[in-house]
């Protein structure tokens, strides 16, 4: 048995830069929040979306329950669009806040108007004090913040048929939206890092069932490239979905991690990316986390481990119904394959 | 208060009980030497989630036909085989949410009128965990429901259909206060599965591109 040596906060640190780490950190980009641990923490859903104190008792869970080594308090995808005024569902403790894309808030891109003191409302800056708070309360551990896309963004202020449509129809048009829309993503993610964030997840859906690889080169990879340059921290960008079409794109954006999904094979991951990004994840959610038991949640550990991932996690937000035992299993399985005590 | 890493597997959540402060309780399989045992635990400490606690596990006790034992400290049901029966355990557990606090928490019957045809239900105990469903006589015209109840109890409770009317638990000890509450389950197996579906699919964050 060996003892590790670094904090959670150098050790993700490291993996985001591909250096070497004394074991593999466990990161989650995206939430890890269940009914169980809101009721552990008394800060349950809506309000935890809402509310700084209670979003950053929430998220520190992660850390203090589960034994993840980041702390990532953004659960839901609907912070900045909200901030913006698209219409929200908050719904209650046992489900998410989406945005009501049947009320979309823009026809074409001349209708986008984004005020320049859109983070000044509560549910953006809900975020950044909870970064805050988090950043205070735990100096070793990685602060993992979020900050949407343009390609979501535009589902959100869309709806999704309309953006896909136009996407289809109209590539000037679709152009001018994301152009129009990444301002929102620089500026959240910059805020974030002032306020103490370590690192962005950045999620951007073109998922692997709608929107193929040559669609990401064409609309998204020159973005991506974009932030990467202007966020000052290290950016995990999130799809969902079969995307090993474009890794080879996303490894050449410059960003740091790429978050993936189950439904991509370890071992034709790390090929697809060549060594030019880290990797993070991909324990799959809706039947291993939620439904098997920690020896199936292991198996997948360690699957990912094997195949050399720098980071392990969840492959997306975890169901709010995850039991508790299965994500201890994740910590589990990581320090019994280095031998730690 | 800690995450207990003792309690075992949990197996079913109820994620919001309206009737405490829409607090989270789940039922969690632990092993003992004397075979496995059920214990209902909530990490809420509102007022009044202690009681609901020893509420649900005495309606799984009467409702069940459940024994009550201690187990590592934790109030614990386990079943008169000493066995496990997930599915059946599962929708007791449910169940036991939908009694009203000064509720009846007498065993259901092994009888019952079907809610979908003139028809009386009986589940006929033959002893050894085997149970044979009898429907009264049809109205002209109106097939048997037997067969089809003896169909949902083997999808809700996972038993072993011996032939198309009679069943029979693997552990091969008699279960009649469970075959009671799941004859009720049985006559609407279909609003069963979609109310499971549901649930499961509750509180899954989807792409927005999977969003209806």
């Known amino acids: 048995m060996t003892t590790a040596t670094m904090t959670s906060r150098e050790r993700v640190l490291a993996a985001l830069r591909r250096e070497p780490v004394d074991r593999t950190p466990l990161v989650n980009p995206t939430s890890l929040a269940t009914v169980e641990l809101m009721d552990l923490v008394d800060a349950p859903f809506p309000n935890a979306n809402r509310e700084p104190e209670l979003m950053a008792r929430l998220a520190a869970t992660g850390h203090t329950e589960l034994g993840f080594d980041s702390i990532m308090p953004v659960f839901s995808i609907i912070q900045e669009s909200s901030a913006i005024g698209c219409k929200i569902q908050w719904e209650q403790k046992d489900n998410w806040p989406t945005v009501k894309m049947t009320e979309p808030i823009y026809e074409s891109p001349s209708d986008i108007d984004i005020s320049d003191d859109w983070m000044e409302e509560p549910d953006a800056q809900c975020v950044l004090e909870a970064i805050r708070i988090l950043r205070r309360q735990f100096p070793d551990v990685a602060i993992i913040g979020k900050t949407m896309g343009p390609w979501s963004l535009g589902y959100h202020t869309f709806g999704v048929e309309r953006f896909l449509l136009l996407s289809l129809d109209d590539e000037a048009a679709t152009r001018d939206v994301l152009d129009k829309l990444k301002r929102i993503t620089i500026e959240f993610g910059i805020a974030q890092a002032e306020a103490g964030a370590d690192a962005v997840t950045l999620p951007d859906h073109a998922t692997g069932d709608l929107v193929s690889g040559e669609y990401y080169r064409r609309y998204l990879q020159e973005l991506h490239q974009e932030f990467a340059e202007e966020i000052p921290i290290p950016i995990i960008l999130h799809i969902c979905g079969r995307t090993v079409d474009r890794m080879g794109y996303i490894a050449d954006t410059g960003m740091a991690a790429f978050h993936y999904d189950s439904k991509n094979g370890a071992e034709e991951s790390m090929e697809a990316v060549g060594g030019k990004i880290s990797l993070v994840g991909n324990v799959n959610n809706p039947t291993t986390l939620y439904s098997r038991g920690a020896e199936d949640v292991k198996d997948e550990v360690r699957r990912n481990l094997e195949a050399g991932v720098q980071m392990v996690g969840p492959e997306c937000a975890i169901p709010l119904q995850t039991p508790i035992e299965s994500l201890r299993a994740i910590r589990e399985a990581v320090v019994e394959y280095h031998g730690l005590n | ?212």
């Not at chain 2, 609407?188 to 927005?208: F, W, Y």
């Open chain 2, 1 to 212: 208060m800690p995450v207990r890493t003792d309690l075992g597997q949990r197996v079913e959540l109820v994620s919001m009980d309206p009737r405490c402060h829409d607090v989270s309780f789940g039922l969690y399989r632990k092993e003992t030497p004397e075979g496995p045992v059920a214990v209902v635990y909530s990490y809420s400490t509102k007022a009044g989630t202690d009681e609901r606690v020893a509420f649900i596990t005495a309606a799984l006790a009467a409702l069940g036909g459940l024994e009550l034992v201690v187990a590592g400290g934790d109030q614990a049901v386990r079943l008169p085989c000493r066995d496990w029966h997930n599915a059946a355990m599962k929708r007791l557990f449910l169940d036991c949410f939908r009694v009203e606090p000064t509720g009846d928490l007498s065993p259901r019957p092994l009888q019952a009128p079907d809610t979908r045809s003139e028809q009386t239900i009986t589940l006929a105990p033959l002893g050894d965990g085997a149970y044979r469903v009898e429907s009264s006589p049809a109205a002209d015209g109106e097939e048997p429901r037997a067969p089809a109840i003896a169909r949902a109890l083997v999808r809700l409770v996972q038993i072993e259909e011996l032939d198309e009317t009679t069943v029979r638990f693997p552990c091969g000890r008699d279960h009649h206060e469970l075959m009671g509450l799941m004859l009720v389950r049985a006559q609407n197996l279909r609003a069963s599965l979609r109310e499971e579906e549901l649930t499961a699919s509750r509180g899954v964050l989807t792409a927005p591109s999977a969003q209806e």
